[in-house]
């Protein structure tokens, strides 16, 4: 037995009983992930997989405009605010401590 896997096993043998599922539900999902990084090096037949970031989507622009609505950004971020319950303390320049 190779010696980083032989330290690897020691040091999920020295967690508390509690914490093995977890080490256990990590390394399954580090096997999906080597197992889906195989597949598509597989389907390209390349010795390596281009990782570079995903581009943002953004078909979505435009799909609220049917609603005909004068918000702005800022105003439906203040919208946001009052939806989740959250108290904004609006401050004026008397308020500034100098």
């Known amino acids: ?10 040091l999920v043998l020295q967690l508390p009983a509690e914490l093995h599922d977890e080490v256990r539900d990590f ?3 580090l096997l999906q992930k080597r197992r889906r990084l195989d597949s598509q090096i597989a389907m ?9 970031p995903r581009r ?15 918000m702005n950004s800022v105003d439906l971020q ?6 989740m319950g ?4 609006k401050q004026t320049g008397d308020d500034v401590p100098r």
């Not at 390209?44 to 570079?52: I, R």
């Not at 959250?86 to 303390?89: A, H, K, N, P, T």
């Open 1 to 10: 037995m190779s010696t980083a896997r032989q330290s690897s096993i020691e």
């Open 27 to 29: 390394a399954e999902f």
């Open 44 to 52: 390209t037949g390349a010795g390596t997989v281009d990782v570079a």
């Open 56 to 70: 943002l989507r953004q078909d979505w622009a435009g799909a609220l405009a049917h609603l005909e609505t004068t």
């Open 78 to 83: 203040h919208a946001a605010t009052d939806w």
């Open 86 to 89: 959250i108290s904004v303390v």
